[in-house]
């Protein structure tokens, strides 16, 4: 069944009977009134954000995913989670979710807090300034075959995210390039920790590498640095955790076994999948960009639907 088939069916779908068999898990990271990047970020204005979570509303409750992930229930609610910390989150769609009442739970990378460069927004820089073919021409992990596919191969689990990180940063270094005025996109201070009833914040690792590409005690060391920091924070908190990425490929038995160790039970994907209405140690989640959200959950729903029938 083919893309245009699967969205016509799912056009006549009602929504109460999806309501009734699946949940919204909604992600989202940067929102705000102006895009950040010309592509490669999920962005989602703030118009749009207000429309998609009316929207939701009025079929599903929004829950704290913590409330989500405890309720033996799950019929009829839904959970908003950000990922990244970018700073307009605080600074400019704050007001949506108080205006909604709708609580929120923001992943964090704590080596931000260190004024570090979240290292993709390094990447989406090189992709905007055309310095991708001259970067991979003076790489040692890519080549220049790769130039059409950067932003995807330097995530790629094959290649270790920290080794990629330190040849960027030896690229720009080089270069002369210093982006600490033009990409302190990221929460940098303690300002953007705010102690509120709809406001919970939960580990997103240090530095968000592809975790799947890390030894074991540097997958330890990413995962357990940011839990260290969010265990001192005066805020609301969450023992959820969010995997960077979030694809099946993003993770691996060494991350499930560090996360038990540390007392993380559940884990949030991000697979562009509603989730089930029964228990899982693994959430499903989905980025509605700036989309029609009726039609969004509509072929989710279908697609999910294929996905289950193919498994049996």
């Given at each position: ?19 009734n068999n ?29 429309n ?24 009829g ?39 570090k ?30 130039i ?9 689990p ?27 996109l ?13 406001i ?25 640095d940011?839990?260290?920091f ?10 959820i ?17 560090i ?11 991000s ?42």
């Amino acid at each position: 069944m083919n893309i245009f088939t699967q969205k016509l069916i799912a056009s006549i779908i009602p929504i109460k009977l999806i309501k009734n068999n699946f949940n919204p898990i909604l992600l989202y990271h940067s929102l705000g009134s102006k895009e950040q990047f010309n592509k490669n970020i999920d962005h989602v204005k703030l118009d749009v954000l207000y429309n998609q979570l009316e929207y939701i509303q009025k079929y599903w409750k929004f829950v704290s995913i913590d409330e989500y992930a405890n309720s033996k229930k799950k019929n009829g609610i839904a959970s908003v989670t950000i990922d990244d910390g970018y700073k307009n989150i605080i600074d400019e769609s704050l007001d949506v979710f108080k205006s909604l009442n709708i609580p929120i739970t923001l992943f964090i990378n704590s080596a931000s807090f260190e004024k570090k460069i979240f290292w993709r927004d390094k990447v989406r820089y090189l992709i905007k300034k055309n310095l991708v073919f001259e970067f991979l021409n003076n790489s040692k992990l890519f080549n220049k075959e790769k130039i059409d596919n950067f932003y995807h191969i330097t995530k790629n689990p094959k290649f270790n995210s920290i080794q990629v990180e330190k040849e960027i940063d030896q690229f720009l270094y080089k270069k002369n390039i210093n982006l600490n005025n033009e990409l302190k996109l990221c929460f940098d201070d303690k300002k953007y920790l705010i102690k509120d009833d709809l406001i919970f914040y939960g580990n997103h690792t240090a530095n968000h590498y592809m975790l799947s590409s890390l030894s074991r005690q540097e997958q330890y060391n990413e995962i357990n640095d940011c839990k260290n920091f969010i265990d001192k924070l005066n805020v609301n908190t969450t023992k959820i955790f969010g995997v960077p990425f979030g694809g099946e490929n993003s993770f691996n038995e060494d991350t499930i076994t560090i996360l038990r160790d540390l007392d993380y039970q559940i884990l949030l994907k991000s697979n562009n999948s509603l989730d089930g209405k029964n228990f899982s140690s693994q959430i499903n989640r989905f980025m509605p960009k700036n989309s029609n959200i009726n039609m969004t959950i509509k072929y989710l729903y279908i697609k999910t639907l294929l996905k289950n029938l193919f498994r049996q």
